[in-house]
T-cell receptor, first 113, second 110 residues
Framework: NAGVTQTPKFQVLKTGQSMTLQCAQD?????MYWYRQDPGMGLRLIYY???????DKGEVPNGYNVSRLNKREFSLRLESAAPSQTSVYFC????????????FGDGTRLSIL | GDSVTQMEGPVTLSEEAFLTINCTYT??????LFWYVQYPGEGLQLLLK?????DKGSNKGFEATYRKETTSFHLEKGSVQVSDSAVYFC?????????FGTGTRLQVFP
């Protein structure tokens, strides 16, 4: 039972490089989310997709773009990585958008030099 | 806006001690409340939830009661184990989005 799968698990980038973080869920959930986790700040929402075909900004969207490729997949792209984007990134999904618990992947640890 | 406040950590306990992690919230209306747990190197896992006032969520020996009068959802466990060492997040969801507290690290020693 895979749940939410994130790739890669670890990545090191140089400032200015671009990359895409991949996320896929096999629970037939409608809503998907991207968070970043930084020490002492909990989880902050970057972007979300309430349903297939829609995406919206969260609390900290600057420097990121997302694509809801289909119902299963939701990718996060860093176009020009900056050291401030060094973080652990989590993808999550939920059956519905409102009032439902979210299921999380194991995270991508991203370091930008 | 809506927010969640958790007690600062780390909380350090001996095995079999009683655990309380405080959580209070600010929200309009009637949010659903959650506790998530994050073990080292892993993502967050839902531990328990409560969707209305006076509901008690429970799982794996952990309990939390939704107290609307004090806007609280404190996490408790009667006897902790070393395997409970993790970071615990209180969260709420209201009309949209899940809002997390900053997390409380629990360290349990034998």
């Amino acid at each position: 039972n895979a749940g939410v799968t994130q790739t890669p698990k670890f990545q090191v980038l140089k400032t200015g490089q671009s990359m895409t973080l991949q996320c896929a869920q096999d629970m037939n959930h409608n809503s998907m989310y991207w968070y970043r986790q930084d020490p002492g700040m909990g989880l902050r929402l970057i972007y979300y997709s309430a349903s297939e075909g829609t995406t919206d900004k969260g609390e900290v969207p600057n420097g990121y773009n997302v694509s809801r490729l289909n119902k299963r997949e939701f990718s996060l792209r860093l176009e020009s990585a900056a050291p401030s984007q060094t973080s652990v990134y989590f993808c999550a999904s939920s059956e519905l958008f409102v009032g439902q618990p979210q299921h999380f992947g194991d995270g991508t640890r991203l370091s930008i030099l | 806006g809506d927010s969640v406040t958790q007690m600062e950590g780390p909380v350090t306990l001996s095995e079999e001690a009683f655990l309380t992690i405080n959580c209070t919230y600010t929200a309009t209306g009637y949010p659903s409340l959650f506790w998530y747990v994050q073990y080292p190197g892993e993502g967050l896992q839902l531990l328990l939830k409560a969707t209305k006032a006076d509901d008690k969520g429970s799982n794996k020996g952990f309990e939390a009661t939704y107290r609307k009068e004090t806007t609280s959802f404190h996490l408790e466990k009667g006897s902790v184990q070393v395997s409970d060492s993790a970071v615990y997040f209180c969260a709420l969801t209201n009309t949209d989005k899940l809002i997390f507290g900053t997390g409380t690290r629990l360290q349990v020693f034998p």
